[in-house]
């Protein structure tokens, strides 16, 4: 099979046209893959802002395909159509795992990371977290659910129940994350690099009521504010921007240092949280959700071998939406 592979940290990814196919284990299925979503978490790994875990690795870990092999006790269907997040592995016997909080089991493998991911013909993966897609959305569109909606989703949800959220960084978690807020009638200011007026042009175009550069003062204060941009610096103006009691969420995995700031700017019972990866419950109720809206990415699209284009592209903010690599197979046109 053919994959992207990244062989050392802080170089491109090298193009393997003679990698063996992966073979499904007990509890495992192997998966043709027809679309992967490309993640800022990819380029923490590439980039080495991350440890490496696994090398040679594939990254990728918003994989979209159909089941071709089961291994021994799985009961998925042969050519089911499945997504495959972040959270590749658990346990299922630690704290974490018996009390519902699977996303932070110690032991947890990641897809992309500790686990060979989507950026290639085909993967394996664990069968528990190969999530059944909405038919609404094509492979293409059901990409950028397996993480970005996923991890949007889920720091909506730790926000509470704000009635204005600001979301920092409007990539493709917050376009998706503000589509959901809007459906359940909140109010979202979108903020963004200092003077990027085409990513406040596209947050205003999805319905988001104020777009401002992460500096500037929000039309009124936030109840909420969910960081995307892994910028440490913007805790202390996101927590200058939500009222007594609101909540700032950082929902990267990565993050760059969080810099000194009195302590009025937290007083007021305000309070400053992270999200760490995803649960299954997460991909049931998002995917449910997501068609129910229906939910609607903005998707670019790019073929498997331009997977460093990608990746060069988000590193750049060159887009807006999510960016996904089409992976087509043998006499398919490329």
Same mark, same amino acid.
């Given at each position: 099979?053919?994959?992207?592979?990244?062989?050392?940290?802080?170089?491109?990814?090298?193009?393997?046209?003679?990698?063996?196919?992966?073979?499904?284990?007990?509890?495992?299925?192997?998966?043709?893959?027809?679309?992967?979503?490309?993640?800022?978490?990819?380029?923490?790994?590439?980039?080495?802002?991350?440890?490496?875990?696994?090398?040679?690795?594939?990254? =990728?870990?918003?994989?979209?395909?159909?089941?071709?092999?089961?291994?021994?006790?799985?009961?998925?269907?042969?050519?089911?159509?499945?997504?495959?997040?972040?959270? =590749?592995?658990?346990?299922?016997?630690?704290?974490?795992? /018996?009390?519902?909080?699977?996303?932070?089991?110690?032991?947890?493998?990641?897809?992309?990371?500790?686990?060979?991911?989507?950026?290639?013909?085909?993967?394996?993966?664990?069968?528990?977290?190969?999530?059944?897609?909405?038919?609404?959305?094509?492979?293409?569109?059901?990409?950028?659910?397996?993480?970005?909606?996923?991890?949007?989703?889920?720091?909506?949800?730790?926000?509470?129940?704000?009635?204005?959220?600001?979301?920092?960084?409007?990539?493709?978690?917050?376009?998706?994350?503000?589509?959901?807020?809007?459906?359940?009638?909140?109010?979202?200011?979108?903020? /963004?690099?200092?003077?990027?007026?085409?990513?406040?042009?596209?947050?205003?175009?999805?319905?988001?009521?104020?777009?401002?550069?992460?500096?500037?003062?929000?039309?009124?204060?936030?109840?909420?504010?969910?960081?995307?941009?892994?910028?440490?610096?913007?805790?202390?103006?996101?927590?200058?921007?939500?009222?007594? =009691?609101?909540?700032?969420?950082?929902?990267?995995?990565?993050?760059?240092?969080?810099?000194?700031?009195?302590?009025?700017?937290?007083?007021?019972?305000?309070?400053?949280?992270?999200?760490?990866?995803? /649960?299954?419950?997460? =991909?049931?109720?998002?995917?449910?959700?997501?068609?129910?809206?229906?939910?609607?990415?903005?998707?670019?699209?790019?073929?498997?071998?331009?997977?460093?284009?990608?990746? /060069?592209?988000?590193?750049?903010?060159?887009?807006?939406?999510?960016?996904?690599?089409?992976?087509?197979?043998?006499?398919?046109?490329?």
């Amino acid at each position: 099979m053919r994959a992207m592979v990244l062989e050392a940290q802080g170089r491109p990814l090298v193009l393997r046209e003679a990698v063996s196919d992966p073979v499904p284990g007990p509890g495992q299925v192997a998966i043709r893959i027809s679309a992967t979503g490309v993640c800022r978490t990819d380029l923490h790994i590439v980039d080495g802002e991350l440890p490496p875990e696994k090398m040679p690795v594939i990254p =990728g870990h918003q994989i979209v395909g159909v089941v071709e092999e089961v291994g021994e006790g799985v009961e998925l269907p042969l050519g089911a159509r499945v997504g495959v997040p972040w959270l =590749g592995w658990t346990c299922g016997v630690c704290w974490a795992c /018996t009390s519902g909080r699977e996303n932070l089991c110690d032991r947890a493998r990641f897809t992309g990371y500790h686990l060979d991911g989507g950026f290639a013909d085909r993967c394996v993966a664990d069968a528990r977290f190969a999530f059944a897609l909405p038919a609404a959305l094509d492979d293409l569109h059901a990409a950028p659910l397996l993480c970005a909606g996923l991890i949007g989703h889920r720091a909506l949800r730790i926000a509470g129940d704000p009635r204005v959220v600001g979301l920092y960084g409007f990539g493709a978690a917050a376009h998706l994350v503000a589509q959901i807020a809007l459906w359940e009638g909140r109010t979202v200011f979108a903020f /963004t690099r200092h003077g990027d007026a085409r990513s406040q042009a596209f947050a205003r175009s999805l319905g988001a009521a104020w777009a401002g550069g992460a500096g500037e003062a929000p039309p009124e204060p936030l109840d909420a504010a969910i960081l995307f941009a892994p910028v440490g610096e913007h805790v202390p103006l996101a927590l200058a921007a939500v009222r007594k =009691g609101g909540t700032v969420v950082c929902a990267g995995i990565h993050m760059t240092d969080i810099p000194s700031f009195p302590y009025r700017l937290l007083w007021g019972e305000r309070s400053v949280r992270s999200v760490t990866n995803l /649960t299954r419950r997460d =991909g049931f109720e998002l995917l449910d959700l997501a068609a129910r809206i229906p939910l609607r990415p903005k998707v670019v699209e790019y073929g498997l071998e331009r997977a460093n284009d990608a990746l /060069t592209d988000l590193r750049g903010g060159a887009f807006d939406g999510a960016a996904v690599l089409r992976v087509v197979h043998g006499k398919e046109e490329r």
